[in-house]
């Protein structure tokens, strides 16, 4: 069983950073790939980038490219999501998700597991 959490949401002004954390807890021994995604409100979840278990192979949706980076510390058993140059089209709740295998499958059609979501607010 594994429980992922994320935190280091918030509020910021346009053009602002902001790093969001995603905390794995319980079997977190096991291999597993992680993504994020974000939902606004009246809007289906999208995906925003993921990350191969290794950290070899990273992937971006075409809205965050060159703004976002996405990492990982299985030291630690967190993903981290840094979000540079932010815009208020990016406010939305941010959702972090795992795969349990050591590859990210962008066209699978769901996760193992998923986060409760975290809060970003970008003020213009």
């Known amino acids: 069983q594994v429980q992922l959490v994320e935190s280091a949401g918030g509020l910021v002004q346009s053009g602002g950073s902001l790093r969001l954390s995603c905390a794995a807890s319980?079997?977190?021994?096991?291999?597993?790939?992680m993504g994020w995604f974000r939902q606004a409100p009246g809007k289906e979840r999208e995906f925003v980038a993921a990350?191969?278990?290794?950290?070899?192979?990273?992937y971006y949706a075409d809205s965050v490219k060159g703004r976002f980076t996405i990492s990982r510390d299985n030291a630690k058993n967190t993903v981290y999501l840094q979000m540079n140059s932010l815009k208020p089209e990016d406010t939305a709740v941010y959702y972090c998700?795992?795969?349990?295998?050591?590859?990210?499958?962008?066209?699978?059609?769901?996760?193992?597991?998923w986060g409760q979501g975290t809060q970003v607010t970008v003020s213009s």
């Open positions: 998700a795992a795969d349990r295998s050591s590859a990210w499958y962008p066209n699978r059609q769901s996760r193992d597991y």
């Open positions: 990350i191969s278990w290794s950290g070899s192979n990273t």
């Open positions: 319980g079997r977190t021994f096991s291999i597993y790939a």
